[in-house]
């Protein structure tokens, strides 16, 4: 059986005797000698050919390729089933989060520009001279300058997060 499969291997690969001795530093008449089945090549010889071969030594020796089995494919198959399953929650999951997100900043826009228009800008009848108040109303001004300015877009980035987020029916 394994001089069959070294010289079975050896013609595939397109190796002359000469050349495989070469490859392996023997002589010519090892590789005719194994190939007769008149000896046999210790184990780091082996190693030796399956490297240069580049099979497994158990292929050498003579194992048959375990073909894949139809079980082993379903077994397979329903893994690889589960895991997208997983993923695919995992990923409406986030979608989902972010959809909320998204809805939560436009409600929030909406509840502090309202708040703003209800307390009908305070910040023009502060009174600046006091220290205290001065500073609140600074603050509070600046709040309001910024929030005014930057929320209109914050709100239609949000309205269109919101609608690219939301579950495909």
């Not at 020796?61 to 399953?85: C, F, M, P, R």
């Not at 993923?87 to 703003?116: D, E, P, T």
């Not at 980035?157 to 029916?169: F, Y």
Request: overall charge neutral; proline content about 3%.
């Amino acid at each position: 059986m394994l001089n069959e499969n070294i010289k079975a291997i050896r013609k595939s690969k397109g190796l002359s005797q000469e050349e495989l001795a070469i490859k392996l530093n023997v002589v010519r008449q090892t590789i005719s000698k194994w190939e007769q089945g008149l000896s046999v090549p210790d184990a780091d010889m082996l190693i030796s050919i399956s490297e240069v071969f580049g099979t497994p030594v158990s292929i050498l020796l003579g194992e048959t390729i375990a073909e894949t089995k139809a079980e082993d494919l379903k077994a397979i198959s329903e893994k690889l089933e589960v895991i997208n399953l997983q993923l695919a929650h995992r990923k409406a999951m986030s979608q989902k989060a972010f959809h909320w997100l998204f809805i939560s900043l436009c409600a929030a826009i909406v509840a502090i520009f309202a708040v703003l228009i209800v307390l009908n800008s305070p910040y023009f009848g502060w009174d600046y001279s006091d220290p205290e108040t001065a500073v609140a109303g600074t603050a509070f001004h600046a709040f309001e300058w910024l929030f005014v300015r930057i929320a209109p877009f914050a709100l239609i980035g949000a309205i269109a997060g919101g609608c690219l987020t939301r579950k495909k029916a």
